[in-house]
């Protein structure tokens, strides 16, 4: 990830709350071409929806990620094969987007646009890139059922209203069943950062010219994105 220091988040906590407020993770991780021919290796990307693990504050660790995939997924069996060959944990990134992003007019500049003309559009997001070591679980484990049983409850409780499903409400043999098709996936964190793109680099008069913008457009994203730029505001006071 490029990292300019006026977008970089580097705050282990605040990275971790973003993960948490956003559990749809890309899995990334490369491998030797599947074609012997090419020079190129193969690029397996899936998406998986994680559970965090985070460290006590006096540790140095980063955390845990833990999920599940397909068993049928190529990249599953890419992974397996990896770890298979090396006898080691398999190096990947994971890569957790913003709830919204948006692309800026060069039109919100509404200081420089007029004196100069010296401007661009650009695209406004938020994202976080956690590289480690991941680790394949077999059906079979606790750490399966574990995981899905407590990716089960985060997510009822956090997008459900009424009385939560759980997995022990379907029946136990059809969850076994379908635990035969699936592998759990274990990364541990070795690396943890972050980027807020939000005009941080722009002088005050833009800046508000992007947020009024933003407002201007009458929807949620809109207010989403000014409400963004508003709080990545380098000038702006925090309250301790």
């Excluded at 919204?100 to 919100?108: G, I, L, M, S």
Aim: glycine share 6%; proline share 7%; aromatic share 6%.
């Amino acid at each position: 990830m490029y990292l300019r220091a006026v977008h970089a988040e580097l705050d282990i906590p605040a990275l971790h709350r973003f993960i948490q407020s956003n559990p749809l993770g890309i899995l990334i991780s490369t491998h030797p071409p599947s074609d012997a021919t090419s020079p190129a290796p193969d690029i397996e990307i899936t998406h998986i929806p994680w559970v965090l693990d985070t460290p006590s504050p006096d540790s140095d660790e980063l955390g845990k990620l833990r999920g599940h995939m397909a068993r049928a997924n190529p990249h599953s069996k890419a992974l397996l094969a990896a770890s298979q060959l090396t006898r080691a944990d398999v190096p990947v990134t994971i890569l957790f987007n913003g709830p919204v992003d948006h692309y800026v007019t060069p039109k919100f500049y509404t200081e420089t646009k007029p004196s100069t003309g010296k401007v661009v559009p650009t695209w406004n997001y938020a994202a976080v890139q956690a590289t480690g070591l991941l680790r394949l679980h077999d059906s079979s484990s606790s750490f399966l059922q574990t995981q899905l049983e407590e990716l089960s409850n985060m997510c009822e409780g956090r997008y459900t209203q009424g009385k939560q499903w759980s997995v022990s409400d379907a029946p136990e043999r059809y969850v076994e069943l379908l635990k035969k098709a699936v592998v759990g996936v274990e990364v541990v964190i070795t690396k943890l950062v972050g980027k807020a793109k939000m005009n941080q680099e722009l002088d005050a008069g833009d800046r508000e010219g992007v947020v009024a913008g933003f407002e201007a457009m009458g929807s949620d994203v809109g207010n989403a994105m000014a409400q963004c730029v508003r709080e990545k505001d380098p000038n702006r006071k925090r309250v301790e």
